[in-house]
Every structure is written in structure tokens, then in C-alpha cells.
């Protein structure tokens, strides 16, 4: 496969340059996966996972031009049930 036709599938990856914004995610136990899902498709990477009495808590962090879609997300995606936190 020739080296454009590469670049065009790979997905788009953010700028080293960009600034990334640490977040915490929390959502109910049943709402992990989606959550998780949602942050490393936005670029992001999973800094951990702490199960709570009243959910889980996901820390981890992404370009900080992806987190209004973020919070965004994980609101639909958790019937309204999950709440992200800016960090930094």
C-alpha cells in the first residue's frame, strides 16, 4: 500500500504540541466500558480506574480541544448519569 493511501486510513492523532487536560470521569459500574471507549477515541490515554461505592471513577487525560465532546459523550452515552471534571 503506498505511503499516502496509509496516512489517509490511520486515524488522526492530536498535535504533540497540543496541550492535554487531565479528567475524571464518573459514571455508574454498568456506563465503564462507553466511558472508556469515549476517552481513548478522542485521543486520550487511561490513567486509572477506582471502583467507588456509588460508581467508578476513570482518570485519565486528552487534547484539551476534545474535552467538550467528552463531557458531551459520556453525558448521552450514560443516560445523563455521568459526570466529567476538569483536573487541570
Known amino acids: 500500500?503506498?505511503?499516502?493511501?496509509?496516512?489517509?486510513?490511520e486515524p488522526d492523532e492530536p498535535s504533540r504540541d497540543e496541550r492535554e487536560v487531565e479528567v475524571c470521569v464518573t459514571v455508574p459500574e454498568e456506563f465503564t466500558?462507553?466511558?472508556?471507549?469515549?476517552?481513548?477515541?478522542?485521543?486520550?490515554?487511561?490513567?486509572?480506574?477506582d471502583v467507588q461505592q456509588h460508581g467508578v471513577l476513570i482518570r485519565g487525560s486528552l487534547p484539551v480541544s476534545e474535552y467538550q465532546t467528552l463531557a458531551e459523550a459520556v453525558t448521552?452515552?450514560?443516560?445523563?448519569?455521568?459526570?466529567?471534571?476538569?483536573?487541570?
Not at 448521552?76 to 487541570?88: D, H, L, Y
Open 1 to 9: 500500500m503506498s505511503p499516502v493511501l496509509n496516512d489517509m486510513l
Open 33 to 49: 466500558g462507553v466511558s472508556l471507549h469515549e476517552i481513548v477515541a478522542r485521543g486520550g490515554s487511561i490513567a486509572g480506574i
Open 76 to 88: 448521552a452515552g450514560t443516560q445523563g448519569r455521568g459526570r466529567v471534571t476538569r483536573e487541570n
